[in-house]
């Protein structure tokens, strides 16, 4: 049972646009959200993250969006980079936790 | 960079040996993870601590056990390893959640190919 989806197991956009990422949930205790880039023979790396309190979190080109109704969030990068070529995961934690539970992840392909 | 070391970055063993992971902090988290990373599944939680000697069951726990005898020191071992045992280990810390979320942050890996 996947309480952490990313339904898009890859994404392909041109350099310059928007790449737009998409995570869904079931678990409605959720209440802490981030978003990890790992390039290949590395570890993830932590992007950015937003709280259930939050429905938008910005951080230079990536922005995160939270939709609590829907259960649904999405990170966007504008605009997109060679350098952002990668798989991304989407992670959830629940309130008083300490626990991530992640997604299958997406792969980003930036091309020039 | 958080200060993560996994030890060693790859392994290959056959079936039935017992394989020990390294984790080491210089960060003084009080949290540290072991996640295992398959495709499809994304990364699954196999243990975690929450303090020197204090440990729980993640999502994917049988067949390993950890150990944290020290605050910098996170072990992982699989006492008899076994072929679907062959997968990329990370390791994790996070800090404490006194001053709300906090996010984990991960070392490099470990390669283990179980033959």
């Known amino acids: 049972d996947q309480q952490v989806k990313q339904n898009s197991p890859s994404l392909s956009v041109q350099e310059g646009r928007i790449s737009i990422l998409n995570c869904d949930y079931t678990?409605?205790?959720?209440?802490?959200f981030l978003w990890y880039k790992k390039y290949p023979a590395e570890g993830p790396t932590f992007l950015i993250s937003?709280?259930?309190?939050?429905d938008k979190n910005e951080d230079g080109r990536f922005t995160v969006f939270l939709n609590k109704s829907a259960k649904h969030l999405s990170l966007h990068i504008v605009p997109s980079q060679p350098g952002d070529s990668a798989v991304y995961f989407c992670?959830?934690?629940?309130?008083?936790?300490?626990?991530?539970?992640f997604g299958g992840g997406t792969r980003v392909l930036v091309k020039p | 960079d958080a200060g993560i070391t996994q030890s060693p970055r790859h392994k290959v063993t056959e079936t039935g040996t017992p394989v020990t992971l390294r984790c080491h902090q210089t960060?003084?988290?009080?949290?540290m993870y072991w996640y295992r990373q398959d495709p499809g599944h994304g990364l699954r939680l196999i243990h975690y601590?929450?303090?020197?000697?204090?440990?729980d069951k993640g999502e994917v726990s049988d067949g390993y056990s950890v150990s944290r005898s020290k605050t910098e020191d996170f072990l992982l071992t699989l006492e008899s390893a076994t072929s679907s045992q062959t997968s990329v280990y990370f390791c994790?810390?996070?800090?404490?959640?006194?001053?709300?979320?906090?996010?984990?942050?991960f070392g490099d890996g470990t390669r283990l190919s179980i033959l």
């Open positions: 994790a810390i996070a800090s404490s959640r006194v001053f709300g979320n906090q996010p984990q942050h």
């Open positions: 601590s929450y303090g020197v000697k204090d440990t």
């Open positions: 678990n409605s205790m959720f209440d802490y």
């Open positions: 937003i709280s259930s309190i939050k």
């Open positions: 992670a959830a934690e629940k309130a008083a936790g300490n626990k991530l539970t």
């Open positions: 960060e003084n988290h009080r949290y």
